[in-house]
Structure formats: structure tokens, C-alpha cells
């Protein structure tokens, strides 16, 4: 299986601070994705990161790729109460598998 | 409207009967996809189906059954419903793009209790 596995399982801040979560995965991959999804409802598509790419930015996204290690980590800055959500990494692969997330829990 | 919708959104229904979750999408995608989550769990493949006459297993296909009816149609059935298939059906699109990017659009799930 390609299954990412995002770290760590849950994360608490306060509003304005750096969130960091961490996904590793087994397999060579072409691309990683990120995810997030708000409680019970649909994944939303975050930033796709290709295995030829190190850093990438989108707003106060920043994700990160090291495929020697086979590893990636999302931080987002400057932290919101809308950013409380469930992360996940995904993996290409034929079919897209996906981690169990972070949860992420942002306190005003 | 939605660029990909589920009907129904929530469906209780007694262990044995036959139930059908029906996506449609209006995108254009060629690909589509069904997943399952669980509480506290990500999501896992159920099936998957790259174009109309295209139909793959995913990783827990067994007791699922899909049908692809066109491009914008994906449904998946639960020939018998069990209890342990109680949870939040997704449905997923994308197009598999000249760059080779699988961004996903999802629908907002269907919530299946299987009493």
C-alpha cells in the first residue's frame, strides 16, 4: 500500500501560532497531495507537491517534500480558529490512498 | 449548484436490505471514486473507475458493487447491508490532467447507519 500516515494523530494550538503535521509513506510516489476536511464533510484539496519539487507555497500553506526519506510535512502559519480541521496526506498511485489524518484543533 | 453531489445524504436502513448511493458530477472528469471513512479513520477505496467501461477494486470492495452509467454516473450498492458497513460514504472526481495531477473534488457524503 501506498498509504500515507500523517503525525501526529492530533495537535492543539492557539490562534496565531504554527501548525506543523508530518506524513510519511512507503512507496515511490509521483506526487503528494494534501487534504482537509472539515468535521463530517468532504475532503477539500489543499496543494499537490511533486516528487521533482522540495517546497511549495500557497497562501500560509508551506509543504514540503523529501523523497530520500520518503516523508512530507505541512505547516500553516499563522494559525486561525477556521483552520481547526482533519488533515491528510494522499499518495498517487493507480488508486489514491490516504492517511488517517491529523486533527488539528486551533483555540481562539 | 455542487460540482459533485450524493443522494442520499443520510439513509438508515435494516441489516440484509439492498441499498444504492448515487454521485453525479458535473466537472467533466472521467475518473470517479467511492471511499468509506470511519470514525477517526481516513478514508479507504472501495472502487474505482477510470472511465465508463473502466471498473477497479479498490481495497475493501468486498460486499460493495458499482456501476458506472456514464461519464457524470457513478453508483455504488451494498447487495446486503451489515452493521459494520455503518459509516461516511464518499464520492470522488478527477481528470488524470496532461501534468498528471490527481486533484480530487469530493462530494459531501452520505451518512449510512445499518441497523
Known amino acids: 500500500s501506498q498509504q500515507g500516515e500523517e503525525d501526529p494523530q492530533a495537535l492543539s494550538i492557539q490562534e496565531g501560532e504554527n501548525a506543523t503535521m508530518n506524513c510519511s509513506y512507503k512507496?515511490?510516489?509521483?506526487?503528494l497531495q494534501w487534504y482537509r476536511q472539515n468535521s463530517g464533510r468532504g475532503l477539500v484539496h489543499l496543494i499537490l507537491?511533486?516528487?521533482?519539487?522540495r517546497e511549495k507555497h500557497s497562501g500560509r500553506l508551506r509543504v514540503t517534500l523529501d523523497t530520500s526519506k520518503k516523508s512530507s510535512s505541512l505547516l500553516i502559519t499563522a494559525s486561525r480558529a477556521a483552520d481547526t480541521a482533519s488533515y491528510f496526506c494522499?499518495?498517487?498511485?493507480?488508486?489514491?490512498?490516504f492517511g488517517a489524518g491529523t486533527r488539528l484543533t486551533v483555540k481562539p | 449548484d455542487a460540482d459533485v453531489t450524493q443522494t442520499p445524504r443520510n439513509r438508515i436502513t435494516k441489516t440484509g436490505k439492498r441499498i444504492m448511493l448515487e454521485c453525479s458530477q458535473t466537472?467533466?472528469?472521467?475518473?470517479m471514486y467511492w471511499y468509506r471513512q470511519d470514525p477517526g479513520l481516513g478514508l479507504r477505496l472501495i472502487y474505482y473507475?477510470?472511465?465508463?467501461?473502466?471498473?477497479n477494486k479498490g481495497e475493501i470492495s468486498d460486499g460493495y458493487s458499482v456501476s458506472r452509467q456514464a461519464q457524470a454516473k457513478f453508483s455504488l450498492s451494498l447487495e446486503s447491508a451489515i452493521p459494520n458497513q455503518t459509516a461516511l460514504y464518499f464520492c470522488?472526481?478527477?481528470?488524470?490532467?496532461?501534468?498528471?495531477?490527481?486533484?480530487?473534488?469530493f462530494g459531501p457524503g452520505t451518512r449510512l447507519t445499518v441497523t
Open positions: 470522488a472526481t478527477s481528470d488524470a490532467g496532461t501534468s498528471g495531477s490527481y486533484e480530487q473534488y
Open positions: 512507496t515511490s510516489i509521483n506526487n
Open positions: 507537491i511533486r516528487s521533482n519539487e
Open positions: 494522499a499518495t498517487d498511485a493507480v488508486d489514491m490512498r
Open positions: 466537472k467533466g472528469h472521467d475518473r
Open positions: 473507475s477510470f472511465d465508463v467501461k473502466d471498473i
